[in-house]
């Protein structure tokens, strides 16, 4: 919080993802949908489910890059479905675990849980929590169960059924007061009507500054959202790029956004869903880099604790990485780069950068290196001893790369 200014909405980017297993035996391990399968065939593998909140941590004011820093991490296990023999009372249980246990549901939790954290810490209780999802948490169970004083920003399908807000009642009306409007165009629709302008908004993504076209609808109704919420519709028009400076002119797909707060300004709604992104180099790094998941255990509590602590240092190297090196998100004083890689500035510090400079840090001391600019000409060798001995900074250093 405090690295927040004290006016600004907490954003959060919530996701989950899978730890591919081999095992069967292994607490929380199921077949599941393949993310990475190809669109025309559905593909199953065994894993774990996990759910993560991650809070972005802006550079600056306005369109400004940012950090997402993992928050919240929890082991989201379905039930073992019963035998197919089994009683009337065990398929009941089964049933109602089953709801407990949908990702939705317990998305929902962890947004009331992190609300009540903020509500408990002193410069949180009067902050917006605003909560930036995929299309797979924009459904019902997650917009009519909301918490107070959260505002969530979700993707919805080209073809939803959004409806005007009511009219007033007249004196002549009779009858229950209607809950909807006339219905409007799809999204998809709209995106096509060239009587509703483009607005150029100017926000950041992908490391520099773009102007996005975007058409905003103040108050909308959904269904999906429940009778009693309005809703700001975000039409995004696809954005133009080229893979190479000769190459021709693509377009990306356009994207529909909605936020559950109408009166949110169109540059905010569209920057803090541009963060969201980095969640999923959150998720990226956090398995092939740092190895969540990779560890063999089976006892239950292990299973949800051991990825858990990877990621709570995984958050603490972020946060030493900020209070270190300030907003510029670069590292000072690098470690000099192998002569293979590209000698080009990068617009932040990746993880393996961190980790490196966080083990030249740690180790440096005691194995007698105190500039690695000149490593090679620390400990001078006899090119042709008789017998070779080895050294401890070498074995290190290689080990770990």
Partial sequence: MDQLPTHEPLVVAMDDSLFYKTG????????????????????????????????ALPTGQGPAAARMIPLNFRHCPTPQKPR?????????????????????????ERLH?????????PGGKDRTLVAVVDGGYTNSTVLKNLPAQTVLIGRIRKDAKLYHPPEPPTQNDRGRRRSYGQPLPTPEELRQDHSLPYQPIIAWATGKHH??????????KWRTAGEHRSLRLIIIAPLAYRLTKKSRLLYRKPAYLICTDPEMPPSKILQSYLWRWDIEVNLRDEKHILGAGQAQVRHQHSVEKVPA???????????AARQ?????????QALP??????????????????INHLRAELWG?????????????????????????????????????
């Fill in 113 to 121: 849980a992190l609300r009540a954290a903020l509500n408990n810490d």
């Fill in 365 to 401: 001391k005691s194995m007698g290196v105190k500039n690695f600019s000149r490593f090679k000409d620390i400990n001078r060798v006899n090119p042709n001893p008789q017998k070779w001995k080895p050294q401890l900074t070498s074995a290190v250093l290689y080990t770990c790369t």
């Fill in 309 to 319: 602590l990877i990621i709570a240092a995984y958050a603490m190297l972020l946060l």
């Fill in 337 to 354: 780069k192998p002569k293979w890689r590209e000698n080009k500035k990068p617009q932040r510090a990746s993880t393996q950068d961190l």
């Fill in 324 to 332: 270190a090196f300030g907003t510029s998100e670069t590292i000072s």
């Fill in 211 to 220: 102007t996005f076209m975007v058409k905003s609808i103040p108050i909308v």
């Fill in 84 to 108: 197919r023999l089994a009683s009337e009372e065990e398929w009941g249980k089964y049933h109602q675990a089953k709801k407990k246990a949908n990702i939705s549901q317990k998305g929902v």
């Fill in 24 to 55: 069967k035996k292994t607490p929380g391990v199921a077949y599941r949908r393949d993310p990475l399968g190809p669109p025309f065939r559905v593909n199953f593998i065994l894993g774990q489910r996990f759910l993560q909140i991650s809070a």
